[in-house]
């Protein structure tokens, strides 16, 4: 049977639960327990696939497709773990299914409501995603007292005494502030939302307090006695160099003895020794790289969190501080690639939707193929890199990808509307295909050519596997054309074309795939490691 953690959320937004319940998790699996990870979305849309990068961040994709919060992406780099479907699920997802069922006559003639059927919903789903797990530390979107939380509220406190559940634990994250003008720390608002809380059945059993300054022995025993729970169970969270260094600062607060104690874990001596060195060599590193990031959605970059991440992980990894210059791909249309790019070791253009910034994208990869700047180009970087060389190379003058063009005269890439998807079935998609849930999603294998940058990448791997999340494809019908002139198809997905490579180049690999997605502190993605190394290699 599952033993449960729920982390809720006080006084306000953005206070890092996330990275909260990840640390719990992560010290909970290197104490060696098979820990399960859950984020509850309280909003009511279905997936996040069709919300804006620019208000939402990113739109993190799992092993079997789904559409996520970008949370699980800190759960997985953080557990060293991919984690599926059931690790995510928001309260569109739960009304859509319990209306399904009333449609299909699943409720015989009972008028459905929020109690029972709706919180019944979310607790099914919740002990779903426990199955098979030592523990379930289950992450609630939200603040405590929002009015989309209640339902989540309830089926949390409803499960202490659900036989099916072994144990369950309750850590509340909130905010200390501190008022300068008094030099003082403030509890108030962290008795409120703990009352709050309590006023809804839920006691706390621990408070993680985050705060700009160490808080005092004194003031975390007030904390501790308003919040009714013992001294050692007031965790403080203070800013950190990293977010890796945080399961360290808990674990050095012992933050596991109440957790183990009330679960009844036993005695819990984490091995922390490897994360440790390469939080050190991130805080640390000996070597320097510049990488030119080319992107648009700047104004936030929470949009490519999974690749920001994935380069901090392959820094840890080559004791390389991997220095970001963002470059705008619209101000390149302006003031051209050598200006922005001219001081990076390196380009990187990352996957995006729609026209905007498509043109300084492709000046991007020109630069970097004409001056042999380590490339690397995901997804739509990726096709971009055939529109250049058709353009540029080829001499197909107007070259586009047929998503910004439909009626180019060489689309480089098109729109296949039957292909197989993970499970083998044939899928539909044309234009007019509505954007939620018609793209190509999740992981699917790559066979790598030998030879190649790719497969010298994973290590002479021949068949990869890597996830996906983009409508269209390169064309094959210029694969003959292009590899005559010298840019190579060295990986292949069931006939799609997955990478492409450059004869003569030092390191130029696009790739169809989001590698990013499978980065994680501990086993940094073998083709963003390979790019860092050679941008840390360039001359
Ligand atoms: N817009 C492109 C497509 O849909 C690329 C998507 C991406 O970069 N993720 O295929």
């Avoid at 909003?43 to 993190?60: Q, R």
């Avoid at 979107?141 to 659900?162: N, S, Y």
């Avoid at 700047?298 to 901090?312: D, Q, R």
Wanted: hydrophobic share 40%.
């Amino acid at each position: 049977m599952t033993k449960y953690i729920f982390v809720t959320g006080g006084v306000l937004s953005s206070l890092g639960k996330g990275i909260t319940a990840a640390s719990v998790g992560t010290l909970l699996k290197h104490s060696g327990f098979d820990v399960g990870m859950l984020k509850i979305d309280p909003y009511i849309n279905v997936d996040p696939g069709t919300m804006s990068p620019l208000e939402h961040g990113e739109v993190f994709v799992t092993k079997d497709g789904a559409e996520t919060d970008l949370d699980i992406g800190n759960y997985e780099r953080f557990l060293d773990a991919s984690f599926l479907k059931t690790s995510n699920f928001t309260t569109g997802q739960v009304y859509s299914s319990v209306i399904e069922r009333e449609r299909a006559g699943g409720y015989l003639g009972q008028t459905i409501q929020v109690i029972p059927h709706i919180v019944g919903e979310i607790v099914n789903r919740i002990k779903q995603a426990g199955e098979e797990h030592d523990i379930l530390v289950v992450e609630l979107g939200g603040t405590v007292g929002d009015i989309e939380g209640l339902p989540f509220m309830e089926a949390i406190r409803q499960m202490k005494h659900d036989d099916d559940v072994a144990g369950s634990f309750f850590i509340h994250v909130t905010l200390i502030p501190y008022i300068k003008a008094a030099g003082e720390m403030k509890s108030k608002p962290t008795q409120h939302s703990v009352q709050e809380l309590r006023r809804i059945g839920i006691t706390p059993q621990m408070i993680i307090a985050r705060s700009e300054n160490a808080l005092p022995k004194t003031f975390k025993k007030k904390l501790a006695m308003s919040c009714d729970v013992s001294t050692d169970s007031v965790v403080e969270a203070l800013d950190a160099a990293t977010i890796y260094d945080i399961p360290v600062t808990f674990l050095r607060q012992n933050i596991l003895k109440p957790i183990a104690k009330e679960l009844e874990l036993g005695e819990l001596a984490p091995d922390m020794e490897e994360w440790d060195s390469l939080v050190k060599k991130i805080v640390q590193p000996k070597n320097k790289t510049i990488v030119g990031f080319v992107g648009k959605y700047l104004e936030l970059k929470e949009a490519y969190k999974s690749l920001t991440e994935s380069l901090i992980h392959c820094g840890a990894h080559l004791d390389t501080r991997v220095a970001i210059n963002w470059v705008d791909a619209e101000e390149i249309e302006e003031r051209g690639a050598e200006a922005l790019l001219g001081d990076c070791d390196s380009v990187l253009v990352a996957g995006g939707f729609g026209s905007r910034g498509v043109e300084g994208k492709i000046q991007a990869i020109e630069y970097a193929r004409v001056n042999k700047v380590p490339y690397l180009g995901i997804c739509l970087g990726m096709q971009l890199t055939l529109v250049e060389y058709a353009r540029n190379v080829l001499g197909l003058e107007d070259a586009n990808s047929i998503e910004f063009d439909e009626n180019t005269p060489h689309p480089m890439v098109y729109l296949i509307d039957n292909f197989l998807d993970q499970s083998g079935d044939a899928q539909l998609r044309t234009h007019q295909s509505p954007m939620g849930g018609t793209l190509r999603l999740g992981e699917y294998p790559c066979d790598t050519k030998d030879g190649s940058l790719i497969q010298k990448a994973y290590s002479g791997t021949k068949t990869i596997y890597e996830r996906h999340r983009h409508r269209y494809e390169a064309n094959p019908a210029y694969r003959e054309q292009l590899e005559h002139a010298g840019m190579i198809v060295t990986g292949e997905s069931n006939g799609l074309i997955e990478t492409v490579e450059i004869e003569g180049h030092p390191w130029f690999l696009g790739v169809q795939f989001h590698p990013e997605f499978t980065s994680r502190l501990q086993t940094p993605n073998a083709s963003i490691l390979a790019f860092v190394e050679a941008s840390l290699n360039a001359e």
